[in-house]
């Protein structure tokens, strides 16, 4: 499945490690210093030019990237989420025939 985290960035669901809301997680110095780590790595992608509400961690290939959304994890997982009812009455559909 894909998720769209804003303006033109889709990722595929498989590869995501985490989804974090900004303003909670930044608190904490140890996730400070992860984001600065990752932006020196070149390993962080903005997706928005608006203020940021979340972050999401992704893996593909042994390769961590960090998106930086301006959505927010509640409007991330609810995208998916709907997404996998859709999946789950269409599998119920084609079992019922």
């Not at 997706?47 to 390769?63: A, D, G, H, R, T």
Request: proline letters at 1%; glycine letters at 4%.
């Amino acid at each position: 499945m894909y998720l769209h985290l804003g303006q033109d960035t889709v990722i595929t669901t498989d590869n995501i490690i985490g989804i974090f809301d900004i303003d909670e997680c930044t608190i904490s110095k140890k996730t400070r210093d992860y984001l600065t780590m990752a932006e020196k790595n070149k390993r962080v992608v903005n997706v928005s030019f608006e203020l940021p509400k979340s972050f999401v961690v992704c893996e593909k290939n042994n390769k961590i990237t960090v998106y930086i959304s301006q959505l927010s994890t509640k409007t991330l997982l609810t995208r998916i989420s709907k997404f996998e009812q859709t999946i789950r009455q269409r599998d119920v559909a084609s079992i019922l025939g």
